[in-house]
C-alpha cells in the first residue's frame, strides 16, 4: 500500500509557522489564492491565522473576497474531516492512498459508516482485508461476537478456504474449520444462523454442497457464459 500510518503518533495537519502558512495557502489546494493573497492574510492574521480562521472565519471579512473566503473555509474543513478520518484509521498496516480511496467511496459519510461497521470495508474497498477491518473494530471497541464481526470472519473463511483449493467454491466443513481459528467460543447453532444470513442477503451462495463467496460466484458465472 506504499507509506503507512505510525501507530503511536499523530500530528495535526494545519501548518503552524509563518513559512508553513504562506505555502499551504498559496498551494493549488486553496483556489483563487495566491502568494499575494496568502501574505496578505498571514499579516494581518499573524501566524495562528489557520486557527483564527476555523475560530471565526469572518475574520477574513475586508481582507480577500467572498470567493476566496469560501474556498480557505471549504479547505480547512476538509483537512478538519481528515485530520479526525486519520486519528480513528491511525494503525499498522494502513496508508494514506487506502485512506483517500476510503474517502472516494463514502464521502462525507466516511467517519459515521466506519463507526457503524468497519467490517463493510471489506465488502466495499478494494484491497481492504479482514485482519485490518478486524483491527480496527477492536480500536472502536466492537465486542468479539458482534454479528458484523461474525458474518465477516464467516465470508473471510469461505474467501480463504476457496484460495486454498484454487477453486470458486469451497465446502460448509472448510468454511467452519477456517471460521473457528478466528472465532472459537461460538456454538454450531450460531454459525448456522449467520451462515443462514449469508446466504439470505447474497454475500454466499450455495449450489448443492458447494459454497461459493459472492464475487467467487459472479465470476463463476461470467466464465460460463463465455
Known amino acids: 500500500f506504499g507509506s503507512q500510518f505510525v501507530a503511536t503518533r499523530h500530528e ?3 501548518p503552524s509557522s509563518k513559512e508553513e502558512v504562506l505555502r499551504y495557502l498559496s498551494s493549488p489546494l486553496f483556489k483563487k489564492i495566491g502568494v499575494k493573497t496568502a501574505t496578505k492574510i498571514v499579516d494581518a492574521l499573524g501566524d495562528d491565522a489557520l486557527n483564527k ?12 473576497s467572498e470567493k476566496q473566503k469560501e474556498s480557505i473555509v471549504s479547505q480547512l474543513e476538509e483537512a478538519d474531516y481528515l485530520d479526525e478520518a486519520i486519528k480513528l484509521f491511525m494503525m499498522d498496516g494502513l496508508s494514506m492512498k487506502m485512506l483517500l480511496k476510503i474517502r472516494s467511496v463514502y464521502q462525507d459519510e466516511m467517519i459515521s459508516k466506519v463507526k457503524e461497521n468497519p467490517y463493510k470495508l471489506v465488502e466495499d474497498i478494494d484491497g481492504f482485508g479482514f485482519k485490518l477491518a478486524d483491527a480496527l473494530a477492536n480500536k472502536l471497541g466492537f465486542d468479539e461476537l458482534d454479528p458484523n464481526r461474525i ?4 465470508l473471510h473463511s469461505a474467501n480463504q478456504a476457496t484460495f486454498e483449493r484454487s477453486s470458486t467454491y469451497t465446502s460448509i466443513e472448510a468454511i467452519i474449520n477456517n471460521f473457528k481459528k478466528i472465532i472459537y467460543n461460538i456454538d454450531d447453532e ?7 444470513m449469508l446466504l439470505k442477503e447474497g454475500k454466499l451462495y450455495k449450489e448443492d454442497d458447494r459454497y461459493y463467496p459472492y464475487k467467487q460466484y459472479e465470476a463463476e458465472l461470467i466464465n460460463s457464459r463465455v
Open 12 to 14: 495535526e495537519l494545519l
Open 53 to 64: 480562521i476555523k475560530e471565526n472565519n469572518s475574520i477574513l471579512d475586508g481582507i480577500v
Open 190 to 196: 450460531s454459525i448456522d444462523y449467520y451462515i443462514a
Open 151 to 154: 458474518m465477516a470472519a464467516l
